[in-house]
């Protein structure tokens, strides 16, 4: 009898995107055996000598991540995660720049890990040179057709940009159909002309500016400041932020409501100015050339987030995943363990339904909704952590009784911190992590309230035993 793999040999999975989630997703079907082609709209980053594909942007991997990585393929995930620099806390900056203040992720030094992106993006490819996949660079998705058809496979037509031919357009046919081609997905454009789909699209009041801080040539590190780390200058309407990368370097972000940047107009010294007063110390390690020019010539980023629902078609051939399907704010370092974490959700129902790809893409939406919708929303929720709550000091009270709990109450009171569930335990999904931060928000405000409560008795009796001692004079 043919194994599960054999049979799954004559499944064809076309996969547009060769993106982060998408070259995951085409290496997962492939160890299952099925037949894939994986096309991408840019050229192999291989053939392309002196130009960076994609914007430089560091990434936090974690636990969720990790584990799609691993149920994958463990040996790609070891190769893959060699590279990582692991991250065990914020690091708060002060407005004066000489105050840094160190605040662990985990109860037990868990870290979250820092990562380029194109050196991750190009990490899965080679994975995928070294495999049975397809891949067609140079490849646009145009058009989608047969989506509502019961006899007919889903088909998708590209342009195809190969410098070797002149464009033209292709089509190629599939069992089933996969888009992973990130935020302005034209696969969910076209899918959605077929189905009765609901998608919201919504533009946060931010943008990004790449920043960076050099390596260090002179010390005995390479790096200026401690790379495992995540740097924060939290500013409460803006924030900086800088991740280490191998060679010393750190990426730096800079947020920023778009009226704030803007306020500059076209003067970098403007930009300076303000730069050197809010992050003096990141002023100096970054240096003034720098900034001018980032200001000047780097690309400022919006950022959106989309939603949409559900992620499959009627007749189960097409489904999307990662950005395309759910877009969030990069605050809380889950956009892309998210996305990955769609491909081992998939595959797992994959192998509940024996192989029906049908019924796992439809089961798939049903399954992933509420825990796409949370995380979501919990990613714009933290940049109000990120860039304002770190700094309070009742947050700061709250958090150490959160973690007291956490490393000393788990076993007693199933007790577990919100940022722990999210980044360090992807076997809780974002859903069932926000019921279980609710009962614990509650006590910690009753904590809170009797803290409070306690001071105003302590003070009350202080006052009463001063005035107490007056009168008896
Ligand atoms: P993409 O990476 O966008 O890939 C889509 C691919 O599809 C691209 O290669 C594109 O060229 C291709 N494509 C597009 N259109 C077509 C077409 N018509 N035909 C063919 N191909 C096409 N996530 C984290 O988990 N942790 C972090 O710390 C983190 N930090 C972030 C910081 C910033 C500033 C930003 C902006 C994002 C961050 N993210 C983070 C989010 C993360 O980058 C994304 O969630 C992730 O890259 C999504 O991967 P994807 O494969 O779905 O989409």
Not at 89 to 111: T, V
Not at 139 to 156: A, C, F, G, Q, T
Not at 329 to 339: I, R
Not at 445 to 472: C, M, W
Request: glycine share 6%; aromatic share 10%; net charge negative.
């Amino acid at each position: 009898m043919a194994s599960a793999k054999e049979d799954n040999k004559h499944q064809g999975i076309g996969i547009v995107g060769a993106g982060l989630v998408g070259c995951l997703a085409a290496l997962a079907f492939a160890a299952k055996g099925f037949s894939v082609t994986l096309f991408e709209l840019r050229p192999d980053p291989k053939e392309v000598t002196n130009e960076k594909n994609l914007r430089s942007i560091n990434l936090a991997v974690s636990d969720r991540g990790i584990r799609a990585l691993k149920y994958v393929d463990a040996e790609m995930a070891d190769r893959v995660l060699e590279h990582v620099i692991p991250m065990t806390g914020r690091m708060i900056h002060d407005l004066s720049g000489k105050k840094q203040e160190s605040q662990a992720y985990g109860l037990f030094g868990e870290s979250i890990n820092s990562i380029d992106r194109s050196f991750l993006n190009d990490c899965l490819l080679d994975e995928i040179r070294h495999s049975d996949i397809n891949v067609h660079f140079n490849h646009k998705l145009i058009r989608l057709d047969n989506l509502s058809s019961e006899e007919k496979s889903p088909k998708m037509t590209f342009l195809d940009n190969s410098e070797s031919t002149e464009s033209k357009m292709k089509s190629y046919e599939f069992d089933y159909i996969i888009g992973a081609d990130g935020a302005h997905s034209q696969f969910r454009y076209q899918l959605q002309k077929s189905m009765r789909m609901n998608i919201s699209q919504e533009y946060i009041d931010m943008q990004y500016l790449e920043l960076s801080i050099p390596s260090n040539t002179k010390g005995d590190s390479k790096f200026h400041i401690d790379p495992n780390h995540l740097h924060i200058w939290p500013r409460h309407e803006f924030m900086l932020i800088a991740l280490a990368n191998e060679d010393g370097s750190f990426t730096s972000t800079f947020f920023s409501p778009w009226s704030v940047i803007e306020s500059f107009g076209t003067s970098s010294d403007k930009f300076v100015e303000f730069f050197k007063y809010n992050f003096p110390d990141a002023f100096e390690l970054m240096g003034e050339e720098k900034l001018k020019y980032a200001f000047e010539s780097q690309p400022r980023g919006s950022l959106m987030q989309v939603n949409a629902y559900p992620y499959h078609n009627p007749n189960g051939r097409a489904l999307i995943i990662g950005d395309a399907a759910h877009l969030m704010v990069p605050f809380y370092g889950q956009g892309m363990n998210c996305g990955f974490e769609d491909i081992r959700v998939l595959m797992e129902l994959i192998d509940k339904n024996n192989g029906e790809v049908s019924e796992s893409f439809k089961q798939y939406s049903e399954l992933r909704a509420e825990d796409l919708k949370t995380i979501s929303k919990l990613a714009l929720d933290n940049y109000h952590e990120m860039s304002s709550k770190v700094t309070n000091g009742w947050y700061l009270f709250r958090k150490k009784i959160d973690n007291m709990l956490g490393r000393y109450g788990n076993g007693l009171f199933q007790w577990i911190p919100m940022y722990t569930m999210i980044s360090f335990r992807g076997d809780i999904p974002y859903s069932k992590a926000v019921k279980i931060e609710k009962r614990q928000t509650k006590i910690l405000n009753a904590i809170e309230v009797g803290t409070i409560a306690g001071f105003i008795l302590f003070g009350a009796a202080k006052l009463a035993q001063h005035y107490h001692k007056l009168s008896n004079k």
